[in-house]
């Protein structure tokens, strides 16, 4: 019982954690990026990446441990599948920027400016992520809800 509702706690808190890192990278993003600018795109960014450690870790454990309802509760679920979808979505938005903030941390490590021509896309990304979020939870909380059942499912 205690570890089922400690993975709970953990999976919600990321969503604050990960909801709060994204928007701020978004508008560490936009804004004028010297180093100082760059440092908060960083703070920003290790928020959203603890977030999304938290997420798989916990979500992992939630679904194939015998804690939560079970894998044939949530593949037989509609919302689940909309939830795992937007996830996706979210992860496949993100491999340019976290590629390429890889790529501008090792260069500001070293004492250089990257070339940061592409923020303001970044930024846009950021933000579209932020809202699939959104609504990357409201399939969440629909399947805890027992909404979205495949007709027939166990």
């Not at 953990?10 to 010297?34: C, E, T, V, Y």
């Not at 303001?120 to 909404?147: E, N, P, Y």
């Amino acid at each position: 019982m205690t570890l089922r509702w400690l993975l709970a706690a953990l999976h919600l808190l990321a969503l604050g954690m990960g909801l709060g890192g994204i928007w701020a990278r978004s508008r560490a993003l936009a804004a004028p990026l010297d180093a100082t600018g760059l440092k908060r795109v960083f703070a920003a960014d290790n928020w959203w990446g603890i977030a999304a450690l938290l997420w798989i870790v916990t979500g992992l454990a939630r679904l194939l441990s015998s804690l939560e309802k079970g894998r044939a509760y949530y593949f037989h679920n509609y919302f689940f599948h909309a939830k795992m979808t937007i996830f996706l979505v979210i992860f496949l938005l993100e491999l340019w920027p976290m590629i390429t903030l890889i790529k501008w941390r090792g260069i500001a490590r070293h004492g250089g400016m990257p070339d940061t021509s592409r923020a303001r896309t970044f930024s846009r990304i950021s933000a579209l992520q932020a809202a699939l979020l959104v609504v990357m939870v409201l399939a969440a909380t629909a399947m805890a809800r027992g909404l979205g059942e495949f007709p027939g499912a166990p």
